[in-house]
């Protein structure tokens, strides 16, 4: 764990849970893309960097989910580096609440409130920043989250971020997170397109060849949406559509299941009821879903 992994002249790697990316711009001098999840990882990652005599010049979030921005603070206490990170995103990033707040609906009991979900706050610059590397191509990623982006190094490296979930994960799991499921499918079928030497996805293997692995994510996102409109054949209430998600994909409920899942469903209801394949009825004080 927190191996050094070369991928392109300029672009690197550190295989953790999420995958950290290192630009180097010159022999001495890099650019993080991502953090990892807490200032451990960040006294990790710096020891990477001061094996290679590396310095930090900044940190380039592709989004701001806990486990990408939880070293933010500990860098940007230790050395003062910028922050780059665009749209919500920064919004987030500056005031982490809003991630378990967001998912939960409401203010977020303590179960919700550690590092998993609750990142440290960090200050950011938008990428518009005139000290933002201008050799570095930003790529619009949303649907995962709400203004995600990956990265384009000179070498011709493309970090992913969170668009794609691994073959094992969807194997084992079956539902990755998603914000936006309309945005993600567009997300993946522009990624299945992309020309790239490597594309380094944060929670899959690094590969030349993403077409396969977007595919794949394509297929399990339609897969949960024909089992949704299965579950919903007749008026059900949410909380019996997310127990009928949970035993169809074999998941054990607690907070964090119910609030990631719970929430990727609510996604997909509103994208289902939009594209007329859902309708909502109101009876007795409930809201009820059910197949059109």
């Known amino acids: 764990m927190y191996e050094l992994v070369q991928v392109g002249k300029h672009s690197y790697y550190i295989n953790c849970p999420a995958k950290i990316g290192i630009y180097t711009s010159d022999h001495k001098h890099v650019y993080l893309i991502d953090s990892g999840n807490d200032k451990d990882a960040g006294r990790k990652v710096r020891q990477v960097l001061d094996q290679q005599e ?22 940007q206490t230790q050395t003062g580096c910028k922050i ?3 749209g919500m995103e920064g919004d987030f990033t500056r005031h982490p609440i809003l991630e378990p707040s967001f998912l939960y609906g409401g203010y977020p009991c303590k179960e919700l409130r550690h590092k998993f979900l609750l990142a440290q706050e960090s200050e950011t610059s938008e990428f518009s920043d005139a000290s933002f590397p201008k050799e570095i191509e930003i790529i619009p990623l949303p649907g995962h989250f709400f ?8 070498d011709n490296t493309v970090f992913l971020a969170d668009c794609l979930s691994s073959e094992a994960t969807l194997d084992k799991y079956g539902i990755p997170f998603i914000y936006d499921v309309g945005a993600y499918l567009e997300t993946l079928t522009k990624v299945e397109a992309m020309q790239a030497n490597m594309f380094v996805p944060s929670h899959a293997d690094a590969t030349s060849d993403i077409r ?16 949704l409109l299965d579950i919903c054949r007749s008026p059900i209430l949410f909380e019996l559509v997310l127990q009928g998600i949970f035993n169809r994909y074999g998941l054990t409920m607690n907070f964090e299941q119910y609030v990631l899942v719970g929430s990727t469903i609510r996604s997909y209801l509103s994208w289902m009821k939009d594209a007329d394949k859902l309708r909502v009825l109101f009876a007795d004080g409930q809201l009820l879903w059910e197949t059109v």
């Open 84 to 86: 780059f990170s665009g």
């Open 54 to 75: 590396w310095s930090l010049v900044a940190i380039l979030n592709t989004h701001s989910n806990a486990d990408h921005i939880g070293g933010n603070r500990y860098w």
């Open 147 to 154: 203004d995600m982006v990956g990265f384009r190094t000179p």
């Open 212 to 227: 396969v692995l977007a595919h794949y994510n394509q297929e399990k996102v339609l897969a949960v949406a024909n089992h």
